[in-house]
């Protein structure tokens, strides 16, 4: 009785430990996710920054907002030289077509990392060799198949202007995992303030 006893009590602890071991790998894929999440989040705030100003991907109407964090936005803006009223700047001149969603792609094949980013009709592929040497950057109409096991997240962004206070503006990123590698899904978002 006391073996049978010891038996129970012995596989009751394997099985908590395997739970354990589970729940740590799932922890582990999860943290993964959500680091490269907040990498191409800061990534894209990073390359808003560099815009001057009156950049179309930009510029927003006094107490206006651009883009969505809820669907993909796609909007004709004015570009050209900036007119100065005051603290406003407005953005004057012809016309461009600005995306404020993108996707991001990371694929391993033959040791190679390759780094997709884009939205159509305009795809950039990046990728580095296991030695540390860059292929040549290629440009397509289309993103590159999926293999199995490429990590795809999905970017979309909204300038608010006079936010929080008149005269800046706040830029907000939302990066989701499209992959189901997670359940519940993983999703970062990060805001910087600029003028």
């Known amino acids: 009785m006391e073996v049978l006893f010891s038996i129970l009590v012995l596989s009751i602890g394997i099985m908590a430990l395997t739970s354990l071991v589970a729940q740590m790998a799932t922890g582990t894929d999860r943290s993964r996710f959500l680091s490269l999440a907040s990498t191409y989040a800061s990534e894209k705030l990073e390359d808003l920054n560099r815009y001057p100003t009156w950049?179309?991907?930009?510029?927003?109407?006094?107490?206006?907002?651009?883009?969505?964090?809820?669907?993909?936005?796609?909007?004709?803006v004015g570009t050209g030289p900036t007119t100065l009223t005051g603290a406003a700047i407005s953005c004057s001149g012809t016309s461009q077509t600005v995306d404020y969603y993108d996707d991001v792609q990371i694929a391993d094949s033959n040791g190679e990392i390759c780094e997709t980013i884009g939205a159509a009709p305009s795809f950039t592929t990046?990728?580095?060799?296991?030695?540390?040497?860059?292929?040549p950057i290629t440009t397509s109409a289309t993103a590159t198949a999926e293999e199995t096991g490429t990590i795809s997240f999905h970017r979309r962004w909204t300038i608010e202007m006079d936010q929080p206070v008149t005269g800046v503006k706040r830029v907000t990123v939302l990066v989701t995992l499209n992959n189901a590698f997670m359940n519940p899904g993983v999703s970062f978002q990060m805001s910087m303030v600029r003028p």
């Open 126 to 135: 990046t990728c580095h060799m296991p030695n540390g040497v860059a292929v």
């Open 55 to 76: 950049d179309p991907h930009l510029c927003v109407a006094s107490g206006g907002t651009a883009g969505s964090l809820t669907s993909d936005v796609q909007a004709t």
